[in-house]
């Protein structure tokens, strides 16, 4: 019997092991038409960076290692902040608004280095040893004048008290009537954001060792160019150019 003529055989199918799939049947789209309305000054609440800044961070440190090392085969490094707070120190007002822009401030930054090192150990054809160690920093930095791409804004509470003389003698104070104005500003809030972390370091066991010799501390000098970007939420407008726009007098009681 020619072999052309035998019925094929059955390949055995592929188990999918588990894995469930469907095929996917397309679907119509069309353009969704829209009606621009024209806005003759349109006004804006968004983020406005206030600086941009690289701060020099130098620390040192030692971290322990267990089992001792022989050997650094590799580090690697990450910075994770804790804190970019703004701190104003100097102001100047904005008209008659009761808003001032900052002129002066201090940057506080804050945070940790995390470190995974990676070395070998005593034991010969050892695995690898893997130590991750955080390294804390803290620091401040001045901004003044040109520092600020921005400036910030922040507007002040204020607490008004008003006294009255005694209506029968006209002699003395009265002391059981008092008339009270408190306005109360709230603020948004100045923020950072971690740009770039470029880093300098020197390791070495601060104790000198023989040859494949043994070290249980690693001593490491770090200088440390943290970039970050101070933001606040602010008011613009919008038109020939940007402009920031802040309240008029909102009820302050002034002479």
Do not use: W
Not at 207 to 223: A, N, P, Q, W
């Amino acid at each position: 019997m020619d072999d052309s003529c035998k019925p094929a055989k059955n390949h055995k199918q592929a188990e999918d092991h588990g894995v469930k799939s469907q095929q996917q049947i397309p679907v119509t789209d069309a353009t969704v038409l829209v009606t621009p309305t024209p806005l003759t000054t349109p006004t804006f609440k968004i983020p406005i960076v206030l600086a941009e800044r690289t701060l020099q961070i130098v620390v040192e440190s030692d971290i322990s290692l267990y089992p001792p090392a022989t050997e650094i085969k590799r580090v690697k490094k990450h910075v994770f902040l804790d804190q970019v707070k703004l701190v104003p120190t100097a102001f100047a007002p904005i008209g008659t608004t009761g808003y001032f822009t900052v002129t002066s401030a201090k940057l506080f930054v804050g945070g940790h280095i995390r470190k995974n090192i990676e070395y070998a150990s005593a034991d010969y054809n050892a695995p690898l040893q893997d130590r991750i160690a955080n390294v804390r920093f803290t620091g401040f930095a001045e901004l003044t004048g040109a520092d600020f791409l921005n400036p910030p804004i922040f507007g002040f509470s204020a607490n008004e008290e008003a006294n009255f003389v005694s209506e029968k003698t006209q002699m003395d104070a009265r002391l059981d009537k008092y008339f009270f104005q408190n306005l109360v500003r709230y603020n948004e809030q100045p923020y950072g954001e971690l740009v770039a972390a470029n880093f300098f370091e020197l390791d070495f066991s601060p104790h000198s060792t023989y040859h494949d010799g043994s070290f249980h501390t690693l001593r490491e000098k770090i200088v440390l160019d943290l970039t970050v970007k101070v933001l606040q939420v602010q008011q613009i407008q919008a038109g020939a150019g940007l402009s920031t726009v802040v309240p008029t007098n909102l009820g302050i009681i002034t002479p």
